[in-house]
């Protein structure tokens, strides 16, 4: 087992578990999920992380908003971000090209190929 630790923050529980499913067995990474930013905010702040997988539509609070927040916090702004969005329009991913984020994976996403995109995203192929 690896000994990257990644931490999914999504609202779509069924989702998060395919996703939690994905890395573990395929990635090797030890994988926690929270289902809201809140949620998501709070295990940040108390565990240690390789990268957040964040969705960017959610109730409450939105990913971005999210993002704001990890950025903005001593303990979790040197945490790579990666962003799960279902928007991919140009103006979209232009936003999102803005922001200090490691990537943007588009829903939906094919399961097998996705910890070899987390890792291609982060640099993690060895």
Do not use: Y
Not at 10 to 21: F, G, P, R, S, Y
Not at 45 to 54: E, V
Not at 60 to 87: R, S, W
Request: charged share 20%.
């Amino acid at each position: 087992m690896s000994d990257k630790r990644i931490l999914v923050i999504d609202d779509e529980i069924n989702l998060c578990t395919v996703i939690q499913a994905c890395l573990e067995n395929l990635g090797g990474w030890e994988t926690l999920t929270a289902f809201s930013g809140k949620e998501g905010l709070a295990i940040a702040q108390t565990q240690r992380f390789d990268a957040i997988l964040l969705d960017v539509m959610m109730p409450d609070m939105d990913g971005i908003t999210v993002l704001g927040e990890l950025q903005n916090n001593t303990a979790t702004q040197a945490i790579p971000v990666i962003l799960f969005t279902a928007k991919v329009q140009s103006s979209d991913l232009a936003q999102f090209a803005k922001l200090d984020v490691a990537g943007v994976i588009a829903k939906p996403f094919d399961p097998l190929t996705l910890a070899d995109r987390v890792a291609s995203t982060l640099g993690w192929l060895s």
